[in-house]
C-alpha cells in the first residue's frame, strides 16, 4: 500500500503562485509514473501535469508554461509549482501513483490522495 498526502494549497490572488507537494509513504515511488490532477465542482477529474519515473513530463495546455512538475526522489515526494494563477485554477487538486492504461487518464491511476483546495480570486 503506498499513501499521499498532499499539502500546499490555499487562497491566491490572480497572477500569483503555489506549490503543491505530495509525500508518498509506504512505498518507493521513484519508480513509477506520477500524476496531478485537479478536480473543479460540476467538472470531471483532469489530468494537470505528470512525470515519468526517468523525469519526463507532459503538461495539459490549460497549465503549460505556467506549472512545472519535478520529484525528488530521496524525499519520496512529487511537486507541482504553478505560477500565474488564475480563477479558473480552482478546484481540488489530488496527486496520484499511475498503474497502468492510458497516462492521461485517472482510471488509469491506483492510488490517490485527499486532495488539497486551490482557490484563485480574481
Known amino acids: 500500500q503506498v499513501q499521499l498526502v498532499e499539502s500546499g494549497g490555499g487562497l491566491v490572488q490572480a497572477g500569483g503562485s503555489l506549490r503543491l507537494s505530495c509525500a508518498a509513504s509506504g512505498r518507493t515511488i521513484s519508480t513509477y509514473r506520477m500524476g496531478w490532477f485537479r478536480q473543479a465542482p460540476g467538472k470531471e477529474r483532469e489530468l494537470v501535469a505528470r512525470?515519468?519515473?526517468?523525469?519526463?513530463?507532459y503538461y495539459a495546455a490549460s497549465v503549460k508554461g505556467r506549472s512545472t512538475i519535478s520529484r525528488d526522489n530521496a524525499k519520496n515526494t512529487v511537486y507541482l509549482q504553478m505560477n500565474m494563477l488564475k480563477p479558473e485554477d480552482t478546484a481540488v487538486y489530488y496527486c496520484?501513483?499511475?498503474?497502468?492504461?492510458?497516462?492521461?487518464?485517472?482510471?488509469?491511476?491506483?492510488?490517490w490522495g485527499q486532495g488539497t483546495q486551490v482557490t484563485v480570486s480574481s
Open positions: 512525470i515519468s519515473s526517468g523525469g519526463s513530463t
Open positions: 496520484a501513483l499511475y498503474g497502468s492504461g492510458s497516462y492521461d487518464s485517472a482510471h488509469s491511476y491506483g492510488y
